[in-house]
């Protein structure tokens, strides 16, 4: 592909997202999002509103200047159904996203000190959140946590509370970049098991970037196996409840407890241990799991 085709299907694409918006900048518009969203909430299986029901909870008196409105709103983000106006999908996710408070811009928490200490030198652990980036650090600048929650979930959250949403999603994140996928735009994802080119603190790492929107995610290789059928089972065997486990308490996540096993192919081997057995996990360059074993000691 020359590079004027490109910049041509750039352009156009540009175009799109910017009528996109440029459609949601008026209140009433927003408005009518927000009404059927209120609908859905109301009744999940009435979820469709009719023209006049929608101009009602909208307050606008003005018939023809809603028309105008709702209009601009159709096709893109509502479609009207047999039973009246519906959110599309779009506009689910337009709504989802000002209800999420992605675009608040001024939420933040106190920083907040941990129980746990820093896996890698044993100094305090401080939570800081900061308009959507919460990271988790020490005093030597070693950094356990580094992600992004959106602001809204903050308003009604302690840090422990936030901490323990952001282990979740990370770990939901991880079950669709294993596959392949990424989370933030649904392309497809290059996954990547190696040494780390900075200094990060682990030796193996687990790297991922997002061939169409450029996302890129960087873990300890241990990372690789969290959502590993062996190895919910052997959590579960063992008591561990690794869904609410934050991840610089698992030993594995943190130190050296992954090595490399083969050169041609490349195989790296994850090493899992709890009261008296061990579960070995062999990664290939990918990060997925090819080989697993368990052994008590
Ligand atoms: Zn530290
Ligand atoms: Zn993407």
Known sequence: MNDDTTGTVESADVRDVSDAFAVL???TRVAVLEALVEARREGPEQRALTFSELRERTGVTDSGRFNY???KLRGRFVEETDEGYVLTYAGREVVGAILGGTYDTDVQLEPEPLDDPCPMCDTELVARFDDGDLDVTCENDHTVLRTS???GAATDRSM???LSLATRRTYARIELLAGGICPECSGRVDREIGEP????QVEYSYETSCERCGAFTRSSAGAAVLRDQTFIAFCDAHDIDI???LPWTLPFLTDGETVQTGEDPPRYRVRVEADDERLDLT????GVVVDTERTTS
């Open 25 to 27: 900048g008026d209140e």
């Open 69 to 71: 409105h709702l209009g």
């Open 149 to 151: 929650v959106t602001p």
């Open 160 to 162: 422990h509370e936030l």
């Open 197 to 200: 080119d900075v200094d990060v």
């Open 243 to 245: 869904a609410d486990r």
């Open 283 to 286: 990664l290939d360059e990918r």
